[in-house]
């Protein structure tokens, strides 16, 4: 089950990333993010924002990805200056992880990627690759065809795609102009970070108990 949606209790047992938020926030609005988990991430997915935790203020614009340090801080957001969505992540990740950030999708009219070869319909240039660690992609913005694990999930606001160390993922398909967060947890076995490829890193040794 890689696909899940936000809130307590829908993550797969062996996810990192317990729970996750999307939160769309207004100017005059403010919004404090209960402490759900031992470790929390929010990224700005658009819009800007003034942030207060760990005992600093900060302003935070599109991208920006802040984490708490402290085990019993959360997250204030203070002031809102324009229209802004939110993604707070909470869960158990390590010290040392991959990426994260905020990514687009569309479909192109030449579709080319250096990922490893596929046997599906491609109309996008995203590569299809894994990871030495498990990946997740929150959707909140369109919709889309994600492949994970071999399978095919139609995926929009609201869904987090959670793929396992070591399996192959992709976008192929992008119906409507998609957004989403990325987050790449504790880094395992050889800890390479970025996109991997049978052909140029070896072949994928995926942990089969994450699905």
Not at 154 to 172: I, N, Q, S
Not at 174 to 181: D, G, K, T, Y
């Amino acid at each position: 089950m890689p696909v899940f949606q936000a809130g307590p209790n829908q993550a797969p047992e062996w996810c990192e990333l317990e729970q996750f938020d999307i939160v769309e926030l207004k100017p005059g609005e403010t919004h404090v993010f209960p402490r759900t988990g031992h470790r929390e991430k929010l990224i700005v997915g658009k819009g800007r924002c003034r942030v207060a935790y760990d005992l600093q203020e900060v302003d935070a614009p599109q991208g920006a990805n802040l984490d708490l340090d402290s085990p019993h801080g959360r997250f204030e957001v203070l002031v809102i200056f324009e229209d802004t969505t939110l993604i707070r992540m909470a869960g158990r990740w390590g010290a040392e992880t991959g990426g994260s950030g905020v990514f687009g999708g569309a479909e192109v009219a030449d579709p080319r990627d250096g990922g490893d070869p596929v046997d599906y319909e491609k109309r996008t240039g995203f590569d299809n690759h894994y990871h030495d660690c498990d990946e997740y992609w929150i959707i909140f913005e369109g919709r889309g065809l994600a492949v994970s694990e071999g399978k095919q999930y139609e995926v929009g606001p609201g869904d987090c795609v959670a793929t396992g160390m070591g399996f192959h993922h992709d976008l192929p398909r992008v119906h409507e102009p998609l957004r989403a967060v990325f987050f790449e947890t504790t880094l395992e076995g050889q800890k390479r970070l970025g996109h991997l490829w049978n052909h140029t890193h070896g072949e994928a040794e995926p942990k089969a108990e994450r699905i």
